[in-house]
């Protein structure tokens, strides 16, 4: 007798698309007679009367399965409520009730970083989350691989999900698990939209977009085929073979290094016993190598050194990133599920992707829109949208930063070419690790897809650059949701992060400043003819924080590709900020770093927002000499400035001093020829510096050293540039 078998997500706690018809399918005895019903109950605790129609058995079908035992309901659209659907199948002896399904929006989350990080490592703001919220919120959330403990990926695909149930908040240990992006976005959705929301939690740190691909589409694609065989990305399914054999043979050598590390702790007395063990361990060990390989397939050395020889980056692909890994495990049994949007974010390996990105793409949405539903469009307000991650300043690769740049720009680009809603959320503002971090991540999601398909007071996007007028020697430029206005963050009362460029292409730090709230208008005192903009072009923008009222950071950009030379990170120079968030070594966390220390005597830093030449502060600075001087300068090695900072277009260093003291002093800068004396007297003076080498300005310290006569003083430091 045949079992009787729904899809895994066809499952208690289900939340199912409104609007749109719902397909139900399973498998039951070939040439069966299947019924459904339809139930439908409120939960506001109202009495309902047995003639209302709108409840109760509100649907009965009736259809028979096919030679193979399949067969498929196709029920009508619903509207959005509160209210709990039971959906009742019969065939022959077998009856199935599925119980508690809710009809409102669903979303799936796909891609790597940051969406896969569970609850569990992260915490919401100290903020009163709804009762009556969060009942209207499930998660569907498999097994985070999508394949069972201890099994390898299969070339083909699975119809069925690993350790899979719908999530309800009650479940407080299955709930752990959870993103906590999808939980944080699912809760604001929910608690704007006042119905259910369902989220199926698919991301995996390390799934590339290939990963996330059908494999029947690449494969048609021959230009596409041929890039991805030359990234030597493509695995054949005998190379497949080899993968996973020669996987399995590393993780058994790992468990039997482990094993004979655990023997020799063990004490002494025992110690003869534990060696003998650990001699017939490694006999098994032969026997179980070759068990690995005869499990996936017989390999010879010559099959799997060919394998390794054609695949030259062999070494770095995980089984995760494989090509259609994803998409067979984890997309595959969803197929026919109705979705509202899509969340993805790239993994930052497909960075070495960035040049066919866009192809990429096309074929990825093509292959989800084969897994999900709707099937046909007949309202455009059901078209499902997309909601991209660009890849944060934390996930760049060090060795090729401007890698991750230009695929964040094709990103971009992609939001306006494709024709479907899409919004694009930047990350370079939130790099503290604070654990709150994912929470706002899922709020400012669900903001973006509010404004997509709800409210359109609303964004839809983080705001972007639309517009660039040149007017004399000024940019102007205009962007598109700004919402309510664009401003600037909290504590910040300077827009930073601007450069721009004149005819001979080298980018300068320049002023902005916001024009009623929607246009910012850029210039430089020493560019009269402009030719190019930049905001936030640097591999870690430490101050582009520049934001709309929904508090959606402006994405970073560059007017034109045209050969430049980019402006390093000077975010020093301005003298307004004490702190900048930053990395002393890749291996750790984002923290703020100071921006200045002393190199000889001693000093106090502070920031004087009244006596200053530029920008929203000066630098005040109480100092003790040591044998008549005093040295100070910014921290330039920190990895994330990237040092040496590339100022080879400069020949000179110009920087505003204001001496209160009654004495006068002197200055000079490493690297810079010569001294030149600061005057006495209560104004601001300008201090200009040869480069005294005739190679390149490629700085990799700065110090500034005082010359004073006196034991202690004070001095006001403002606007260092360079100049031609």
Known sequence: MSEFRLPDWLSEGMV??????????????????????VVKDPTDGRRVSKLDADYGVILSLETRTDTEGNFSFSL??????????TFVFSSGVYSKTVKDIRCGDVWVFIGSRPLHIPISKTSAPRMPLQKKTLQMIRFFSPNRSGRKEGEHYSFSGSSRVHSTRWVHVRDSEALSFVSSAVFSMAYHLADQLHYPI?????????STILSWMNRELIEKDEELLGLIKEKKLYLSESDWTVYFAKLAMDEKKEEDISSENDSVKKTSENASSEKGESSKSGKVTGKEETNAKGNVKAISNKERSEALLRHGLFEKLTPEGLMTVMYNHKLLPLKDFSIRGIVFAPDRSDAELKDFYPKLMRILLVGLSMIFGPKTIEDPQTVPSMILLPISPEDLDPRRPDRYLELNETLVSIRRKFPMPIG?????DLLLPTKTKMFTIGKRLASI??????????????????????????VMMTFDNTVDGLWLAENESVLNGFSICGEDRVYMPANARILHGIRVMVWHDAIKNPLGVTYGYFPVPHLSTFRNRADLPVLPFRFDREKSRYAPDLSFADCDHLEIVGKTDWDESFSMLPVYKT???????EREELNKTQGSASLHIKYKTENSLFSFGPVLDYVTLFSPLDLSAFRKISVDIFNPDLLEKKLSIEGFAGETAIRVGLFWQTLVLEYESEGDMLLERL????FDTAKSGELYVDNIRFLP
């Open 703 to 706: 110090e500034f050293r005082l």
């Open 424 to 428: 694009i959320l930047g990350l370079h």
């Open 16 to 37: 199912f698309q409104q609007r749109v018809p719902i397909k139900l399918f399973g498998v039951s005895a070939p040439n069966e007679t299947v019924t459904l019903e």
């Open 76 to 85: 009508p659209e619903y509207k959005a409520s509160s209210d709990t659907y």
């Open 198 to 206: 369902g989220v199926l939690d698919l991301a995996l740190e390390g």
């Open 599 to 605: 190199i000889k005597g001693s000093c106090t830093i």
């Open 449 to 474: 897809a509010l404004g997509i398909h709800f409210t359109p007071k609303m964004p839809s996007s983080s705001p972007e650059c639309i517009e660039v007028e040149i007017i004399s020697n000024k």
